[in-house]
């Protein structure tokens, strides 16, 4: 039952942290507007995500725009398209590998695969966790980076969106999912069927028969 009860709760962590990274993914909410200094034009705000670039006003009204080539993009938003992508396909496969190995299915009744299974999706998760950290703190870097450069106009400097603490978030608990995974999927030791008993000498211990 202890195994099973790391599963489950690993099953919950790895969705959770799945849903943060499509959200994360899909949500333009990478940088905000910077209302610093002068810059203190509050009726339009500024939200930029991974795909598209949106413009707030103080009237709730919304338009976004996709960006126009994958090649004007800074680096740091092109590896996080990459990233975060590959990081929710192996979330979907790690997951899926995790509910066919898990000790509370049947999918496989074969239980010495189990284990193994369980300790692959692990694996998984922990690469997913990792590919989901490394895009959101780059991006966080730059944008920090750039608040603290006194050459960068007051109206071009962006702050830390919600994606970044939600990417972080959502990481940590794939990582946490999988680290459990890997501690408590080992494959079990196999076992020798049909051994042979062997005398103090290192000879085989044959029957005793009587004889007529």
Same mark, same amino acid.
């Not at 499509?22 to 909410?29: A, S």
């Not at 590896?79 to 992508?85: D, E, K, N, V």
């Not at 940590?172 to 005398?199: D, H, Q």
């Given at each position: 039952?202890?195994? =099973?009860?790391?599963? +489950?709760?690993?099953?919950?962590?790895? /969705?959770?942290?799945?849903?943060?990274? +499509?959200?994360?993914? &899909? /949500?333009?909410?990478?940088?905000?507007?910077?209302?610093?200094?002068?810059?203190?034009?509050?009726?339009?705000?500024?939200?930029?995500?991974?795909?598209?670039? #949106?413009?707030?006003?103080? &009237?709730?009204?919304?338009? #976004?725009?996709?960006?126009?080539?994958?090649?004007?993009?800074?680096?740091?938003?092109? !590896? !996080?398209?990459?990233? &975060?992508? +590959?990081?929710?396909?192996?979330?979907?496969?790690?997951?899926?590998?995790?509910?066919?190995? !898990?000790?509370?299915?049947?999918?496989?009744?074969?239980?010495? +695969?189990?284990?193994?299974?369980?300790?692959?999706?692990?694996?998984?998760?922990?690469?997913?966790?990792?590919?989901?950290?490394?895009? =959101?703190?780059?991006? !966080?870097?730059?944008?920090?980076?750039?608040?603290?450069?006194?050459?960068?106009?007051?109206?071009?400097?962006?702050?830390?969106?919600? #994606?970044?603490?939600?990417?972080? *978030?959502?990481?940590?608990?794939?990582?946490? *999912?999988?680290?459990?995974?890997? #501690?408590?999927?080992?494959?079990?030791?196999?076992?020798?069927?049909? &051994?042979?008993?062997?005398?103090?000498?290192?000879?085989?211990?044959?029957?005793?028969?009587?004889?007529?």
């Amino acid at each position: 039952m202890g195994h =099973v009860g790391v599963q +489950i709760v690993s099953v919950s962590l790895g /969705v959770v942290g799945m849903i943060g990274v +499509i959200i994360c993914c &899909t /949500v333009p909410r990478w940088k905000v507007s910077s209302f610093t200094g002068s810059n203190i034009v509050t009726a339009v705000s500024s939200q930029d995500g991974l795909w598209t670039s #949106c413009v707030v006003q103080s &009237t709730g009204q919304q338009q #976004c725009k996709n960006y126009d080539s994958l090649l004007v993009l800074a680096s740091d938003l092109q !590896a !996080a398209r990459a990233m &975060t992508i +590959i990081s929710c396909m192996l979330c979907c496969l790690s997951l899926l590998m995790l509910f066919c190995g !898990a000790d509370f299915t049947t999918c496989i009744e074969n239980e010495d +695969i189990k284990p193994k299974i369980s300790l692959l999706a692990g694996v998984g998760l922990l690469v997913a966790g990792l590919l989901a950290i490394i895009p =959101v703190s780059w991006s !966080a870097h730059n944008i920090v980076q750039d608040f603290n450069n006194p050459l960068v106009p007051s109206n071009m400097k962006r702050e830390l969106g919600a #994606c970044i603490f939600l990417g972080w *978030a959502a990481g940590v608990l794939l990582i946490l *999912a999988g680290g459990l995974l890997c #501690c408590f999927s080992r494959p079990k030791s196999g076992s020798s069927g049909g &051994t042979a008993k062997y005398n103090s000498n290192g000879t085989h211990s044959a029957p005793n028969k009587n004889y007529v």
